[in-house]
T-cell receptor, first 110, second 115 residues
């Protein structure tokens, strides 16, 4: 069975600064990896996914993530955040079923 | 517009009063699923359905029932709600391969409070 750990529950960041959200997983088999974003009072939407191929994955709204198999990590980054990036971010991992991390709340301040 | 629609969005009820949260999708997806979201716990799967008349338990099925009589609808039933079922509930759907590849489309959520 896999598990997903998001290492930071809250990340405050100033506008135009970079942000990194950390995600580690454990699984005994190959996995698919995802980041979802949840804006206030909305459902989740897919930011990006890694299924195979290049380990650097680009998603919507300027986000990217890098799959590191040896470290079993899939960290999410954005070089310059905007106020509108304030949201909760979920890492998710799938081998035969999908499991979500506990979430990281990003608060962007002017 | 492609969407997953849940109703009601907000509900306050009392212990033991049966309720149903409806979910409908217009994308012709085979796979549908219910999750609950609780602070610090992320999303946990309650039930899922791979197709019409095919449902299975997720990680936290106790106290819930589902049915899948039509492809587009996947209602969540709480026969006798209890306060520990106070939560934010999400319905999600995906195309056939999406069930374990994570390309889920989510509804906007239903916030349930059980007194």
């Amino acid at each position: 069975a896999q598990s997903v750990t998001q290492l930071d529950s809250q990340v405050p960041v100033f506008e135009e600064a970079p942000v990194e959200l950390r995600c580690n997983y454990s699984s005994s088999v190959s996995v698919y990896l995802f980041w979802y974003v949840q804006y206030p009072n909305q459902g989740l939407q897919l930011l990006l996914k890694y299924l195979s191929g290049s380990t650097l994955v680009k998603g919507i709204n300027g986000f990217e993530a890098e799959f590191n198999k040896s470290q079993t990590s899939f960290h999410l980054r954005k070089p310059s955040v905007h106020i509108s990036d304030t949201a909760e971010y979920f890492c998710a991992v799938s081998d035969y079923k999908l499991s979500f991390g506990a979430g990281t709340t990003v608060t962007v301040r002017a | 517009e492609a969407q997953v629609t849940q109703n009601p969005r907000y509900l306050i009820t009392v212990t033991g009063k049966k309720l149903t949260v409806t979910c409908s999708q217009n994308m012709n997806h085979e796979y549908m699923s219910w999750y609950r979201q609780d602070p610090g716990l992320g999303l946990r799967q309650i039930y899922y359905s791979m197709n019409v008349e095919v449902t299975d338990k997720g990680d936290v099925p106790e106290g819930y029932k589902v049915s899948r009589k039509e492809k587009r609808n996947f209602p969540l039933i709480l026969e006798s709600p209890s306060p520990n079922q106070t939560s934010l509930y999400f319905c999600a759907s995906s195309s056939p391969s999406g069930g374990n590849t994570g390309e889920l489309f989510f509804g906007e959520g239903s916030r349930l409070t059980v007194l």
